[in-house]
């Protein structure tokens, strides 16, 4: 059946159009926890992938979406928060300022969860050296959410950008000791970066990247700041077995004959 629009109905056309956006929603991601439930923007398509470990280990990547206050429901955009445009996260070189404090962290003011419950998707973009985006270059992982809660009296820096410092994924070795898997993510220039604070009483949410593996293990953040460690729960996911045998061995090796340990790779590779 085919429909003429006469000129009468031309008035009409804005609420013709929201109508017929409303038949047909955006499909969108929910994530639904005891305490959290997420929209997210983005859908995982079929061929979603998991990220890859890169070398001996790979550089720590977890994109920021949400700082703001405590809440039990969230819409989360497709991209992360701003890298360096100003936001109401940004404080500039507020860390200079010598009448700003720095929350001092331990247990029991700051709380890390990995909520495997919010399964989520996140899409990666490539882009060529001129920093434009490489047509078609999409891809899309698999993620869970990882929410900080400052329960401290001071700001906590979390970024410089929009993915987190300070941050990296262990899992035990042989021994049974807890050991990075991950290097902290590190910037050649800090050009038109803006640091990036959870507020006392505010919360963040964030994304982690599932690993392409063949072995499933106990996993968990450490927080690394100003000196002391804050570390989130215990939650299972797959690693890479072959890589992490690789980078024992390379790490004994090191303290072994007192070698420096590999430099870390500064970005994820496609």
Same mark, same amino acid.
């Given at each position: ?14 609420? &013709? ?12 991601? &929910? ?68 009448? &700003?404090? /720095? ?46 809660? @400052? ?31 991950? @290097? ?27 690993? +392409? ?27 890479? @077995?072959? +890589? /992490? ?19 870390? &790779? ?5």
């Amino acid at each position: 059946m085919k429909y003429t629009i006469t000129a009468a109905c031309w008035p009409l056309l804005p609420l &013709i159009l929201v109508v017929t956006a409303c038949q047909q929603p955006a499909p969108v991601t &929910i994530g639904k926890s005891d305490s959290l439930t997420i929209i997210d923007s983005t859908t995982l398509p079929e061929d979603a992938e998991y990220h890859r470990f890169h070398e001996w280990r790979t550089t720590a990547y977890y994109p920021i979406y949400y700082i703001g206050q405590v809440t039990d429901s969230l819409f989360l955009g497709r991209e992360p928060i701003p890298r360096s445009t100003y936001s109401e996260h940004d404080t500039g070189s507020v860390l200079d300022r010598a009448d &700003i404090k /720095i929350a001092v962290i331990d247990s029991t003011n700051v709380k890390i969860v990995v909520d495997t419950l919010l399964a989520l998707p996140h899409a990666y973009r490539y882009y060529d050296k001129y920093a434009k985006e490489v047509s078609d270059s999409t891809q899309y992982y698999e993620s869970f959410a990882v929410l900080i809660y @400052n329960y401290a009296k001071a700001p906590l820096y979390v970024a410089s950008f929009s993915e987190l410092r300070h941050t990296v994924r262990q899992t035990k070795d042989s021994l049974g000791n807890w050991v990075d898997i991950e @290097n902290q993510i590190s910037y050649w220039c800090g050009t038109g970066s803006q640091a990036k604070f959870i507020q006392p009483g505010q919360m963040l949410v964030a994304k982690a990247l599932r690993k +392409k593996g063949n072995l499933k293990v106990e996993c968990r953040l450490r927080f690394h700041y100003y000196g002391n460690d804050v570390y989130s729960n215990i939650y299972l996911d797959y690693i890479d @077995n072959a +890589k /992490i045998r690789e980078w024992q061995q390379i790490r004994e090796s090191a303290k072994k004959y007192d070698l420096p340990m590999p430099p870390p &790779i500064q970005r994820p590779e496609r």
